[in-house]
């Protein structure tokens, strides 16, 4: 019998008891849909799940993506890509998947198949309960104006670390990776609104002069990291985290000096 457990006041839900072994049916699919609308961040006991059932439950929820710029597991399993951190796949950012997409992906499908020894937690931050706690006008204020989200953005913070170049960065705007989006948008499952920023891309607020739509962001930043709006995960083996992209940041905490490899599996709704 599979149980429900809360981990956090804001966001996070635990389920055990699924039998990956025997294969998941119809009503253990839809215990994960109803705990994933309600909690926004899941974890699943999942240390006998396949690549062929990670593929089979993101299926359940939307249309795998492809990405060109990780490596995957190879034919029939191409939409499973492999997080390793030896290559440096370490995303030690708040940020929304691919928010400079016209249309990101909607949730997240992450198995952790290899783990340090300590470290390596991954934290979310619930932006439904962020906008929540704003004040009536602010949230009257933010609602109706759209932000632009930019993946330059990472490029020009890299080099600034000394990870990249010039010509990254140029190569990183010529892409034409930016979009617009609101900068509340409403949750589909829960009706709930959410503050649809991240440090990570969101470059300005549109319509407004540069100095107010960065004060706005710099104030909606620092909101975000208020702790009650927090949940860190910490991994153990076989763990499949699942989110829900359109109302949650997340940031995977770069703490170790260990393999740490992970399967991931997005989705578009």
Same mark, same amino acid.
């Given at each position: 019998?599979?149980?429900?457990?809360?981990?956090?006041?804001?966001?996070?839900?635990?389920?055990?008891?699924?039998?990956?072994?025997?294969?998941?049916?119809?009503?253990?699919?839809?215990?994960?849909?109803?705990?994933?609308?309600?909690?926004?961040?899941?974890?699943?006991?999942?240390?006998?799940?396949?690549?062929?059932?990670?593929?089979?439950?993101? %299926?359940?929820?939307?249309?795998?993506?492809?990405?060109?710029?990780?490596? *995957? !597991?190879? /034919?029939?399993?191409?939409?499973?890509?492999?997080?390793?951190?030896?290559?440096?796949?370490?995303?030690?950012?708040?940020?929304?998947?691919?928010? &400079?997409?016209?249309? /990101?992906?909607?949730?997240?499908?992450?198995?952790?198949?290899?783990?340090?020894?300590?470290?390596?937690?991954?934290?979310?931050?619930?932006?439904?309960?962020?906008?929540?706690? !704003?004040?009536?006008?602010?949230?009257?204020?933010?609602?109706?104006?759209?932000? !632009?989200?930019?993946?330059?953005?990472?490029? $020009?913070?890299?080099?600034?670390?000394?990870?990249?170049?010039? $010509?990254?960065?140029?190569?990183?705007? =010529?892409?034409?990776?930016?979009?617009?989006?609101?900068?509340?948008?409403?949750? $589909?499952?829960?009706?709930?609104?959410?503050?649809?920023?991240?440090?990570?891309?969101?470059?300005?607020? $549109?319509?407004? /002069?540069?100095?107010?739509?960065?004060?706005?962001?710099?104030?909606?930043?620092?909101?975000?990291?208020?702790?009650?709006? #927090?949940?860190?995960?910490?991994? #153990?083996?076989?763990?499949?985290?699942?989110?829900?992209? %359109?109302?949650?940041?997340?940031? =995977?905490? *770069?703490? &170790?000096?260990? /393999?740490?490899?992970?399967?991931?599996?997005?989705?578009?709704?």
């Amino acid at each position: 019998m599979a149980k429900v457990t809360q981990l956090n006041g804001q966001i996070g839900a635990r389920i055990d008891g699924l039998n990956f072994a025997t294969g998941l049916d119809a009503s253990d699919y839809a215990l994960v849909a109803q705990t994933l609308a309600e909690h926004h961040t899941v974890c699943l006991a999942a240390k006998d799940m396949s690549p062929e059932q990670h593929l089979a439950l993101a %299926r359940c929820f939307g249309e795998p993506e492809h990405h060109d710029f990780f490596n *995957n !597991l190879g /034919p029939g399993l191409e939409y499973v890509t492999v997080l390793d951190s030896l290559k440096g796949d370490r995303a030690d950012m708040w940020h929304t998947d691919e928010q &400079y997409l016209s249309k /990101p992906p909607a949730f997240t499908f992450t198995h952790a198949k290899v783990l340090p020894d300590f470290g390596g937690d991954t934290a979310f931050i619930s932006l439904c309960a962020a906008f929540e706690s !704003l004040s009536p006008r602010m949230q009257v204020y933010l609602d109706g104006l759209h932000a !632009l989200h930019d993946y330059a953005k990472i490029a $020009e913070v890299s080099r600034q670390y000394g990870l990249g170049d010039h $010509e990254a960065v140029g190569a990183a705007f =010529a892409s034409g990776k930016h979009a617009s989006h609101p900068l509340v948008r409403c949750h $589909e499952s829960s009706g709930r609104k959410a503050i649809f920023v991240s440090p990570t891309y969101t470059r300005f607020i $549109e319509g407004l /002069p540069p100095a107010e739509s960065a004060t706005v962001l710099a104030f909606l930043f620092q909101h975000l990291m208020r702790p009650e709006f #927090q949940y860190r995960h910490r991994w #153990q083996e076989g763990d499949l985290m699942i989110w829900d992209n %359109r109302c949650i940041l997340h940031y =995977a905490v *770069n703490d &170790y000096d260990a /393999p740490r490899r992970m399967h991931r599996i997005s989705v578009m709704v």
